[in-house]
């Protein structure tokens, strides 16, 4: 396959794109990370989303240590070609490293964020540490 779909998009000044990974059966919103090229590139080869950790400097398979991977049934570019959004199967219906089947469990109530989405499970049983 040609790679001439990953020109087409606007790569930030460090060469990622943001990325909103999206429950594909119910449209939530299950997080937002960030990926290089090669990141995209193994996600349409593999079917199972690949993002760029900025504060590990390495490629992520997400699900590696959790066990929770995205299978990716659709990738789509935003009109700007400057955002992704993966539709995605959330394997386990957890997301987020916290346990909860999303990273945005935070809602702003009276001036203070409260979470309002409950923990699926301990993120100490899905990671093993304490």
């Known amino acids: 396959m040609s790679e001439q779909w990953l020109d087409a998009i606007a790569w930030t000044e460090d060469g990622l794109v943001p990325v909103i990974a999206q429950d594909a059966a119910d449209g939530k919103v299950l997080m937002f990370a960030w990926m290089n090229a090669e990141a995209l590139r193994l996600t349409a080869e593999t079917g199972h989303a690949v993002y760029w950790s900025r504060s590990r400097k390495k490629l992520w398979h997400k699900g590696e240590e959790s066990g929770h991977q995205q299978v ?10 400057d955002v992704i959004n993966l539709q995605i199967e959330q394997k386990g219906g957890i997301a987020c490293h916290t346990g909860r089947r999303s990273c945005f469990y935070q809602r702003l109530e009276n001036g203070q964020w409260k979470a309002v989405d409950p923990v699926l499970k301990d993120p100490s049983d899905i990671y093993g540490k304490s």
């Open 72 to 81: 990716v049934k659709e990738i789509r570019l935003d009109c700007d070609n």
